[in-house]
Each structure stands twice: as structure tokens, then as C-alpha cells.
């Protein structure tokens, strides 16, 4: 007997716990390949990671779990596009018991976990009495979003899909999404820091996440009624995903372009609100930092370059005298004298210096390499708009 409710805890809880173990490495190797990416800000390296997970997620933990057998099964089962819906509706009701387990696991585990900080609270007690480290009181994590939202959207997909076969979990998620209720609106408030602002831009990633779990519900439904022989319900089931993709594309026309820029009253309250409480000075100060490559390195001094006449004639010369090596007078009489007379200084101060070059660039420049990102830019958006 006890052999046997120890084969039934083993093949009940232990494969979810394992799922969850390896999912925990998911979030920090996306947030990598979202910074290889290039991303000109934190918050759209968190958002694309965001997006990574939730694709992660729903994949692995859905689709793979409801697919699950050796690998001719799965190529067996999207070989026929029209058997879909049928085969959803044959193989999720067989894995219910994994995803009520993966939700007391994954869920109410992390909501758990999430409340008591263990990872922050091992990381400290190793870092005061193990390395003998002072504590940072200035520290303040900010919320990570790249790894909670794809958690809540993923069991919203769970509560959709399997609401129509296995409404078993439905009391499960409902505790879920209650506890998530007040465990996450006590972080904001009293453990995270706000850092930045996204603008709305999680906003668009959850629609269509939440659109997706009802297209997929409708279709396990039509998938459903196909089993049960019943052709009224099924075709009824038919215009419901049609008028589901209808609204999706309404909101994308006429609510998506809202998160595509940011209204400037907004960002002037912002600077105003800076203004007020005397972190113009620390963002000042923090401008290097932030747009320098290296924030290291001293600031580079750019040279003057002086043109005159084509490069192709032999008459242009450049200032500093380095690459000179002929004499004064030769100089002097190819006019390019070191003293200039004063109405062509006069009008050389007035006129601005657009002719400016890296170090390390010598002879190159920075007009130069401005009208030549002007004409790659200009190319880019005729090729655009012929491919549009």
C-alpha cells in the first residue's frame, strides 16, 4: 500500500516541481537575449523579455504538456489541420490532473515564496554573515515584470481552456488569482520601487494574450460539440470566433496606436514634478552614465578639420599640421597659410563647424557620415513603404 501512494505522489507532484525548477532558469537567459538585443532603455529590455517568457510559457507548459509523447505523435497530431479542435478536446482532459497540480506548484507556491522574499532573504543573510558584507539600506528592487505577468497570463490561458473540460480548476485559480490579488498589491505598495514609467506598453501584450486564450477556448469548444455530434452548437461556435477576431481587430485599429507615442502633457508634469523635488541635479549627473558607451572613460575632445576645395584636386588641408610635409612656404603658397586674413576669419567664426571628426576617425568627416546616414535612412523608408 505504501508503495503505491508513493508511485502516486512521485507521478502526481514530482513532474510539475521538476517543470517549475527549470522554468526558474527561463527569466534571466531571456532577460540576456533581450540585452544582446540593444535595447535603448530598461524598461523595452524587460518588456521584450516579458514577451519571450509568455511565448516560453505558453509553449512548454501548455502545449507541450497537452501534446505530450514521442515525437511522431506530435507530427501525427498537426499533420491534419482540420482534426485540431477535435484532438485538443480528446487530450486535455487527460492532463487536468498535471495542470491542477502545476497550479498549486507554480502558483500558490509563488505567491508564497513572493511574500516571504526567499531568494532576497538568502541573498542578504549570505551577503551579511557569510561574506561580511554591509548592508545596502539604499537598495530597493523594482517589481519583475518580465517574469510575473507571463505567470498570471498563463494561468488566465489554463482557466480558459480548461474551464470547458476540466472545470476541476476552477476553484484552484480562483484562490490563485484572489491571494495574487493582495500578495502583489502589497508588493507595489510596500516592498517594490516604481523606477520608470512604461507608458500602458504591458497593456497590448495582455490583450492579445487574453484574445488568444478565448480563440483557443472557442475552438476546444467547437472541437467538443464535433465529438458530441451536435452540428447546431458547432455552428453557432463558428461566427463567436469570427466576431472574437472582429473586436481583436477593432482594438488594434483603434486603441493600439494610443501606446505608440506618449501624450507631451504627461512628460511635462514628469519634468515639472523632477523640477520640484530636486532630482534635476541626480539626473544631470547621471547623464553620462546613461548615454555613454563607456561610462569609464573620460570624455573625447573632438577635432577640427578644416576642407578646402575637393579631395580629388589635392587641395584640401587639415589643421594641426600632422599630416604636413612640405614647409611653410610651400603651404603658404598652395593657400593654406597658418594666418588667415581677417575677413576670412571673420567669416569662418560665423559660420558653424560642421566639419568635425572622431580621433580615431582621422579624415573622416562627421558631415560626411551624417549625409550618408540621411541617404541609408531615406533608402529604408522607400523600401518600406514598397514592401507596405
Known amino acids: 500500500c505504501r508503495p503505491h501512494h508513493l ?8 513532474p ?14 531571456m532577460m540576456l537575449f533581450s540585452t544582446l538585443e540593444g535595447p535603448i532603455s530598461h524598461s523595452e529590455r524587460k518588456r521584450s523579455a516579458c514577451c519571450k517568457v509568455l511565448y516560453f510559457l505558453i509553449w512548454n507548459v501548455f502545449f507541450v504538456n497537452v501534446v505530450s509523447g514521442t515525437v511522431l505523435k506530435q507530427l501525427d497530431f498537426f499533420s491534419s489541420p482540420k482534426d485540431i479542435p477535435v484532438q485538443l478536446a480528446k487530450v486535455i482532459p487527460g492532463q487536468a490532473s498535471f495542470f491542477i497540480t502545476y497550479v498549486l506548484t507554480s502558483g500558490w507556491a509563488s505567491l508564497s515564496s513572493e511574500l516571504m522574499q526567499l531568494f532576497g ?3 542578504n543573510f549570505i551577503r551579511k554573515y557569510v561574506l561580511r558584507m554591509k548592508e545596502d539600506t539604499e537598495f530597493v528592487p523594482s517589481f519583475p515584470y518580465h517574469t510575473e505577468v507571463p505567470k498570471v497570463l498563463l494561468f488566465g490561458l489554463l482557466g480558459f481552456t480548461c474551464s470547458v473540460l476540466a472545470p476541476l480548476i476552477l476553484p484552484f485559480l480562483l484562490v490563485y488569482f484572489f491571494l495574487g490579488y493582495v500578495v502583489y498589491r502589497n508588493q507595489l505598495l510596500n516592498v517594490y520601487r516604481t523606477r520608470y514609467d512604461t507608458g500602458g506598453l504591458y497593456w497590448p501584450i495582455i490583450h492579445n494574450t487574453v484574445i488568444f486564450s478565448l480563440v483557443l477556448t472557442q475552438i476546444i469548444c467547437l472541437g467538443v460539440f464535433g465529438l458530441k455530434v451536435s452540428p447546431v452548437a458547432a455552428g453557432f461556435t463558428i461566427p463567436l470566433i469570427i466576431f472574437t477576431l472582429l473586436f481583436n481587430q477593432y482594438c488594434r485599429t483603434r486603441l ?5 507615442t506618449f501624450p507631451a502633457q504627461n512628460l511635462i508634469d514628469m519634468d515639472r514634478e523632477d523640477e520640484l523635488s530636486g532630482r534635476m541635479e541626480h539626473i544631470h549627473h547621471g547623464l553620462h552614465t546613461a548615454y555613454c558607451q563607456f561610462p569609464e572613460s573620460e570624455d573625447i575632445q573632438l577635432e577640427e578639420i578644416r576642407t578646402v576645395g575637393n579631395d580629388e584636386d589635392g587641395g584640401g588641408c587639415s589643421s594641426g599640421g600632422s599630416n604636413g610635409k612640405g614647409s611653410p612656404d610651400e603651404l603658404n603658397g598652395k593657400g593654406c597659410s597658418d594666418e588667415p586674413s581677417g575677413k576670412e576669419t571673420l567669416q569662418e567664426q560665423q559660420q558653424p563647424r560642421r566639419d568635425l571628426s572622431h580621433p580615431t576617425l582621422k579624415g573622416l568627416p562627421v558631415s560626411r557620415l ?6 541609408v535612412t531615406f533608402l529604408i523608408r522607400l523600401q518600406k513603404r514598397g514592401l507596405s
Not at 7 to 14: A, D, F, P, R
Not at 256 to 260: A, D, I, M, R, V
Not at 370 to 375: D, K, L, P, S
Request: hydrophobic residues 55%; contains cysteine.
Open 16 to 29: 510539475s516541481v521538476i517543470l517549475q525548477i527549470f522554468l526558474y532558469t527561463v527569466a534571466p537567459i
Open 370 to 375: 551624417q549625409t550618408a546616414v540621411r541617404c
Open 7 to 14: 508511485v502516486q505522489l512521485i507521478t502526481g507532484y514530482l
Open 256 to 260: 493600439l496606436p494610443l501606446f505608440s
Open 121 to 123: 532573504l538568502i541573498y
